[in-house]
């Protein structure tokens, strides 16, 4: 079985983030801390664990080197941390300091889920007089 990087928490922590009505910046680092964790456990790494260091959290919220060590920066995560805790998406297991990084417990579930087998049946497209569908692609302009 292969490992996954927080594709189900990631998936999981948007619907969290909606049923906790989460402010931008709060749902903004929930999301990034989900992509950063293991969905199951790992070797001596537990699942749904996030223990990167407020700069990668600030570059989640929009602050690029080198803002992302400045005090707004800083001040932005502490208010979505305390966001994320309050509400409860996330627990903190480790306060930070001396070299060491805060780390979070992020209170959803990253399981994958079953495998189901899915219909042979084709997918039904509305036909025009002629036999074709009369859908046709957008062009994407930049």
């Excluded at 948007?14 to 906790?20: D, E, G, H, Y």
């Excluded at 709060?26 to 969905?39: G, I, K, N, S, V």
């Excluded at 800083?74 to 060491?100: D, F, P, T, W």
Aim: glycine fraction near 8%; proline fraction near 6%; include cysteine.
């Amino acid at each position: 079985m292969r490992l996954v990087m927080g594709l189900f928490a990631a998936k999981n922590a948007v619907l969290v983030a909606a049923q906790l009505e989460l402010g931008n910046s709060a749902t903004r680092l929930f999301l990034h801390m989900a992509l950063e964790c293991w969905d199951e456990d790992r070797d001596s790494q537990p699942a749904r664990r996030y223990f990167a260091g407020r700069e990668s959290s600030a570059i989640a919220l929009g602050f690029l080197a080198p803002d992302n060590g400045g005090e707004a920066a800083q001040r932005a995560v502490k208010r979505a941390i305390k966001e994320l805790v309050e509400r409860g998406a996330i627990k903190r297991l480790r306060v930070g300091g001396r070299g060491e990084t805060s780390e979070y417990e992020l209170m959803l579930n990253s399981a994958r889920p079953p495998v189901t087998r899915r219909s042979q049946e084709p997918i039904p497209f509305p036909l025009g007089s002629q036999g074709t569908t009369n859908w046709s692609p957008k062009r994407a302009t930049f």
